[in-house]
């Protein structure tokens, strides 16, 4: 009989996600930042302990105060709401009808069954329905939903649905190619396999208009 805790690994394992919102409970913010870092720094000083190591060593002491202050902080930030980028927009003026597309988005999350990184590329693009968004608000999107506990699948289509929603138009597609160190460097240890997700929306479900977008992001960038 499979035990739920063989059931859960399982699950990990086999990188099934649960649902296409992060899984935040309602009283996630009725703590601090600094009452986070408190409490975790003692929940990673105790698994140190747990596992033998010597935390009275310099090069040890300070690494649960590290860790708690990277969580909270860094690397999943992106679980405030607080911290959402600002996503304003501006009218279309010059009347630019194509597709626009930001390529290359550099993208570290991490993997919540396994809490190892995710590191990959992002490729967005979308067509103005009379509103256009800063450039940079488009890397700032995708660094905000990446900087949680994720899966793949669910971070594509976040960042797809902000997109449409900020910029009022169904017209947005995402392409992330990322590396699961998950997979890299434990389990079958397959260094050189990558994980590809893709979201469609409006007219990049047209054949044509998602082939041209993919031609886009395989265009070499030279300067």
Known sequence: MTTNDEFQDEIGDNHIPSKATNPIRNDAFDITDEQKIESIKKDVQSILLTLGMDLTDDSLKGTPNRVAK???KEIFGGLNPNKKPNTSTFDNNY?????LVEKN???YSTCEHHLLPIIGRAHVAYISNGKVIGLSKMNRIVDYFAKRPQVQERLTMQIVQEL???LGTDDVACVIDAKHLCVN?????DIESSTVTAEYGGQFK???KRREFLEYIKLETKF
């Open 70 to 72: 990277m969580f909270v």
């Open 105 to 107: 988005i550099t993208l």
């Open 206 to 208: 047209n054949e044509l």
């Open 164 to 166: 449409q929603r900020a």
């Open 185 to 189: 460097s434990r389990g079958i240890r």
């Open 95 to 99: 009347k630019y009808g194509e597709m």
